[in-house]
């Protein structure tokens, strides 16, 4: 005999949704953002690494570049 008994699954789907968007708007009152001078700061220090990185790389691709073409030439 099959009896028709609903299972407890907790919360609905709606109410879900809402409890979500409520500790969403809980949790973003609770980040501290940084201020326009951390900010510029971050910036400039990320502008001068990638400066950095780049001329390293530059440099090494030039010189591997001018000792495989020179080994190249002379094979």
Not at 46 to 69: K, T
Request: glycine residues 10%; positive net charge; aromatic residues 10%.
């Amino acid at each position: 005999m099959a009896e028709n008994v609903k299972k407890s699954k907790g919360p609905g789907f709606v109410k879900r949704i809402g409890r979500f968007f409520k500790d969403l708007r809980g949790e973003t009152k609770k980040v501290v953002w940084p201020s326009k001078k951390q900010v510029i700061n971050n910036t400039l220090v990320v502008l001068a690494a990638m400066l950095v990185v780049g001329v390293f790389i530059w440099g090494l691709d030039a010189i591997l570049g001018f000792v495989f073409q020179t080994l190249l030439q002379s094979a």
